[in-house]
């Protein structure tokens, strides 16, 4: 996937991620009501939340609509689509993206339709998977990027052709490979570096090596990490220290506490 300048046709639908712009869905309904819009989570598992989730609105007849959506994409945030399909072809293939397993027994939204974790999500498709999950959509843009490019502030216009390859139809449910789930994750990992970089004021590369640095220790509990960033933080020059003492993260990282702060007595 590469950033791409807006080429190619014009995009007939947006998928309005509503969840991270609220005020976007209303704006919609005041200003351009003869927009066909619909609700992504109507008639699914995530019916009842259906007034809060993704909305699917056709662009068609609202070119201010797209003009908005390319001169303020911050504040229209989602996916812009191309598609020669029936709306209700569409509709059915993007309400099949919500739900995914992970393995054998778990399942799970995938907010697909929010410019970052399209950021990563899609990046972690071959061609095959590329033509499966997109379907009948031909074309797919969006303004964004990784929670790294957001911190180094390199966001910009992403863009994604259907290779066209003939697979099989997304299924329901589908399951994620190896390589989306690791690209889901690295979403959630570089989303909490970044969050500590904006609370703290860090340098974000820092504080993702710090992070990198604190799971190679075995420190993946979500307290336990904080914990170590803290105390990374308050020893930057310190050197990690091989066979941590400790029946638990937590004890480990209290061993490791002990001799770096015995270290500067």
């Known amino acids: 996937m590469n950033a791409?300048?807006?080429?190619?046709s014009?995009?007939?639908?947006?998928l309005l991620d509503v969840p991270s712009a609220p005020g976007a869905a209303q704006l919609v309904?005041?200003?351009f009501a003869k927009a066909r819009c619909f609700a992504l989570f109507e008639?699914?598992?995530l019916h009842g939340l259906r007034e809060h989730g993704p909305l699917l609105v056709d662009l068609r007849h609202s070119p201010a609509l797209v003009s908005l959506c390319h001169l303020d994409p911050r504040s229209w945030p989602g996916l812009l689509l191309v598609s020669p399909s029936p709306a209700a072809q569409l509709l059915a293939h993007l309400r099949r993206m919500l739900t995914v397993t992970l393995g054998l027994h778990h399942k799970a939204l995938l907010s697909y339709y929010n410019p970052h974790i399209a950021s990563y999500f899609f990046d972690g498709c071959d061609p095959q998977e590329l033509s499966c999950w997109l379907g009948p959509i031909s074309l797919l843009r969006w303004f964004g990027g990784t929670w790294a490019d957001r911190a180094i502030g390199s966001q910009g216009w992403q863009q994604l052709s259907n290779p066209g390859l003939s697979v099989a139809a997304l299924e329901k449910e589908h399951g994620l490979s190896d390589r989306q789930q690791d690209q889901l994750q690295r979403c959630l990992l570089e989303r909490h570096a970044w969050q500590w970089s904006r609370s703290t004021g860090c340098d974000y590369q820092r504080l993702w090596r710090?992070?990198?640095?604190?799971?190679?220790?075995?420190?993946?509990?979500?307290?336990?990490?904080?914990?170590?960033?803290w105390l990374r933080l308050q020893h930057p020059d310190a050197r990690p220290v091989p066979g941590l003492v400790g029946g638990s993260q937590r004890e480990r990282l209290e061993h490791l506490r002990r001799l770096w702060q015995g270290s500067q007595d």
């Open 29 to 31: 309904h005041a200003q």
């Open 4 to 8: 791409a300048a807006l080429s190619g």
């Open 210 to 229: 710090d992070l990198q640095q604190g799971l190679a220790l075995g420190f993946t509990e979500r307290a336990v990490l904080d914990d170590w960033l």
């Open 43 to 45: 008639n699914t598992e």
């Open 10 to 14: 014009t995009p007939q639908w947006l």
